[in-house]
């Protein structure tokens, strides 16, 4: 503590060296959630077959989702500790809204259907790599 009642974790944690990779993933996190939105938007508008279900899922499900991983970004960026929390929030339901979303796609859907699969595939297994990255002990120790 100093002499105004601060404590000095924050200070101390930008002089160490961050976790490998901490500060790259947190600029992606950055990035792909500022993307998400409009992403959403243009699936919106660009796929006729399941307009009413693509709204729902982005008004529901997407966009909270991007809006948190958004906040967490900036507060890990921030080198603060709860953005490591929200991030591990963001990607879990990145992944509950992702998971199940791909595979109803995979089953009603035949056109497209090898696409959808890769991205799919690709989507859930960075989200699950990013997903166990922040649940580190070592990046509570780093922001603590």
Known sequence: MTEHGESLAPEFAMLQQPPR???????LGLGANALAIPLGLA???LDPTW????IVVGASAVLPTAVVGLVASIA???WRAWGQILAIVALAMALAVGLPYGIVRLV???????????LSALL?????????YWCRPSIRRYLV
């Open 51 to 54: 307009r009413l279900t693509n």
């Open 43 to 45: 699936v919106i508008l």
């Open 124 to 132: 859930w297994a960075a989200t699950t790599a990013a997903l166990v």
């Open 21 to 27: 990779g901490y500060v790259t993933l947190a600029w």
């Open 76 to 78: 890990l960026l921030k």
């Open 108 to 118: 009603l859907l035949s056109e497209g259907r090898l696409l959808t699969a890769l």
